[in-house]
């Protein structure tokens, strides 16, 4: 249901939604008006910020609880890979020897946590300035719809100004007429 206000006369009209962009008559006052188009629904800030940091505590979880399983193997050159974390580990160290495998590195694990938050930050950035940008907007279509409405509310006053010059002007000249037609003796009758 799409609720709005007369532009002439301010009364409350409620039209269903399937009625959008057609012209009405109020029914207060009789002024045929645009029903205006339902505004898109916005999105909610603050699901998307809680989305994404539930995101990157999950994503945290899910490294670190890998890191205490013997998740990775020893390539030829020596260089570890972490398999289930999808990142290379830092490679083995002195004490640790060749061909054992070796357990993922805590600091790979907080990169890459660092990363996912970095690029989740990003887009909640661009959300937010997609938010704006719409809000502006829509912000930008009122006004252009208040000058409209200004602008149309003008030319029926200087119509209806034009009518009643116009009309008085008729008076006048009736009357014009009238006061001659007194001041003229009568004409006689044979």
Same mark, same amino acid.
């Given at each position: 249901?799409?609720?709005?206000?007369?532009?002439?006369?301010?009364?409350?009209?409620?039209?269903?939604?399937?009625?959008?962009?057609?012209?009405?008559?109020?029914?207060?006052?009789?002024?045929?008006?645009?029903?205006?188009?339902?505004?898109?629904?916005?999105?909610?800030?603050?699901?998307?910020?809680?989305?994404?940091?539930?995101?990157?505590?999950?994503?945290?979880?899910l490294v670190?609880?890998?890191?205490?399983?013997?998740?990775?193997?020893?390539?030829?050159?020596?260089?570890?890979?972490?398999?289930?974390?999808?990142?290379?580990?830092?490679?083995?160290?002195?004490?640790?020897?060749?061909?054992?495998?070796?357990?993922?590195?805590?600091?790979?694990?907080?990169?890459?946590?660092?990363?996912?938050?970095?690029?989740?930050? %990003?887009? #909640?950035?661009?959300? $937010?300035?997609?938010? /704006?940008a719409w809000?502006?907007?829509?912000?930008? *279509? !009122?006004?252009? +719809?208040?000058?409209?409405? %200004?602008? #149309?509310?003008?030319? $029926?006053?200087?119509? /209806?100004?034009?009518?009643?010059?116009?009309?008085? *002007? !008729?008076?006048? +000249?009736?009357?014009?007429?009238?006061?001659?037609?007194?001041?003229?003796?009568?004409?006689?009758?044979?």
């Amino acid at each position: 249901m799409i609720r709005f206000k007369c532009e002439r006369c301010n009364a409350p009209i409620k039209r269903p939604d399937t009625d959008a962009g057609t012209q009405v008559d109020c029914p207060t006052c009789r002024h045929t008006q645009k029903v205006p188009t339902p505004a898109p629904a916005r999105p909610n800030r603050l699901l998307i910020v809680a989305g994404a940091s539930a995101a990157v505590l999950l994503g945290a979880w899910l490294v670190w609880s890998m890191m205490g399983s013997d998740a990775s193997t020893t390539s030829a050159e020596g260089k570890t890979s972490a398999e289930g974390t999808g990142a290379a580990a830092r490679p083995q160290g002195p004490d640790q020897p060749e061909g054992e495998p070796t357990k993922a590195d805590p600091r790979d694990a907080t990169d890459r946590a660092w990363a996912e938050h970095q690029k989740l930050y %990003e887009q #909640r950035k661009l959300d $937010e300035q997609g938010v /704006r940008a719409w809000e502006d907007t829509q912000a930008h *279509q !009122r006004e252009n +719809e208040r000058i409209e409405r %200004e602008i #149309r509310l003008e030319k $029926e006053r200087e119509e /209806r100004a034009r009518i009643e010059f116009e009309r008085q *002007q !008729r008076l006048k +000249e009736a009357e014009e007429l009238r006061r001659k037609l007194l001041q003229q003796p009568p004409a006689e009758t044979p």
